[in-house]
T-cell receptor
Framework: QKEVEQDPGPLSVPEGAIVSLNCTYS??????FMWYRQYSRKGPELLMY????GNKEDGRFTAQVDKSSKYISLFIRDSQPSDSATYLC????????????FGKGTTLSVSS | GAVVSQHPSWVICKSGTSVKIECRSL??????MFWYRQFPKQSLMLMAT?????????EQGVEKDKFLINHASLTLSTLTVTSAHPEDSSFYIC????????????FGPGTRLTVL
């Protein structure tokens, strides 16, 4: 079993839809959880950063962490064509200086 | 804030030559920088972790004599691909962490290397 599992998609939705992206993980020591957005041929951009369980909201984006289920989610409300990108979940067990474990990424396409 | 730059953004070189890629944290000091490689439509593959003033730690399977990493200051790390071959063609991305307690990593825009 891989440490982090993420459905690669592709996921296609119409503009305005609510998008749900998910990752599961096996290492119960993970405490830091991140979501990155990567446009084609660009470096990943940090969208959300969460420590431990709970929800975090930033504009149209909401990140949820359920450590008991080893499951994290990213919700995108009122999706826009500009949200079309690959979304990567990432996590780590310890603080700064340690490498992140990435999911494979989910490719999202939002049509207008 | 938290901007990371990379230079060059793309490079084409002949087989057998060496290529240096720079990664700079522009508005913060990076105690740790990471180098990744990414193939088309695949996720990031960690190559090495570098801490300022220390030798880099390479992931299993990454040749440290081929991919030379230098982290000379808190804002600059370099990756040199020595004696490049066509199979080294890839997208190389660096990231940096401010090390202020959290573990966010901020990524550079990437460097596309093509070896002819």
């Amino acid at each position: 079993q891989k440490e982090v599992e993420q459905d690669p998609g592709p996921l296609s939705v119409p503009e305005g839809a609510i998008v749900s992206l998910n990752c599961t993980y096996s290492n119960s020591a993970f405490q830091y959880f991140m979501w990155y957005r990567q446009y084609s041929r660009k470096g990943p951009e940090l969208l959300m950063y969460t420590y431990s369980s709970g929800n975090k909201e930033d504009g149209r984006f909401t990140a949820q962490v359920d450590k008991s289920s080893k499951y994290i989610s990213l919700f995108i409300r009122d999706s826009q064509p500009s949200d079309s990108a690959t979304y990567l979940c990432a996590m780590s067990a310890t603080q700064a200086g340690t490498a992140l474990i990435f999911g494979k990424g989910t490719t999202l396409s939002v049509s207008s | 804030g938290a901007v990371v730059s990379q230079h060059p953004s793309w490079v084409i070189c002949k087989s057998g030559t060496s290529v240096k890629i720079e990664c700079r944290s522009l508005d913060f000091q990076a105690t740790t920088m990471f180098w990744y490689r990414q193939f088309p439509k695949q996720s990031l593959m960690l190559m090495a972790t570098s801490n300022e003033g220390s030798k880099a730690t390479y992931e299993q399977g990454v040749e440290k004599d081929k991919f030379l990493i230098n982290h000379a200051s808190l804002t600059l790390s370099t990756l040199t691909v020595t004696s490049a071959h066509p199979e080294d063609s890839s997208f190389y991305i660096c990231s940096a962490t401010p090390g202020r307690g959290g573990n966010e990593q901020f990524f550079g825009p990437g460097t596309r290397l093509t070896v002819l």
